[in-house]
């Protein structure tokens, strides 16, 4: 449902730019409700914009903007690509990308990587990033197992501001 509701609300802000904020927010809220309920996450709010809060993740050390990743979808980012690259993307510098330690990202970068490229629509879909993010928990966890490490780790909001340290 997100997925064609943000595909129709993509229209709608192109013409009335001033809509994007509070679709995106309203949107990203959602998204991030989802997400926070499917893996055990909680929100951080720093500062008054909702566009830059975060989920954190609890068992692995994840966190993203999903209303960065909401406004991304309906801006599109502003790309004239056919098809688009996950791993490299999702895990790039941009603002909307995963926030991972670093050998976790090559972990997930590896696994995405698998993945064949997908449509511009596909790519920008909720349920494509719901998928990514599925993907890089499992990734990290198969890292962990694999380095003999813990695989279920029990982070707290503190972690965060450390750096995942």
Sequence with gaps: MLDHYLEQARGATSERVEALPM??????????????????SWWRLDGEDPTYWQVQ????YLAFSPVLFVREALTRGHRADASLDLAED???GDPAALELEEDDREAVAARLAELP??????????????EVIDIAVDAIRSRRLEAGEDTDAALEPGDYERGGD
């Design 90 to 92: 999702s895990l790039s």
């Design 57 to 60: 993740f609890g068992s692995v």
């Design 23 to 40: 679709i995106a927010h309203m949107a990203g809220a959602y998204f991030g409700e989802v997400i926070r309920r499917r893996h055990a």
């Design 117 to 130: 490229s997908v449509s511009e629509n596909e790519y920008y879909a909720p349920s494509t990033r719901l």
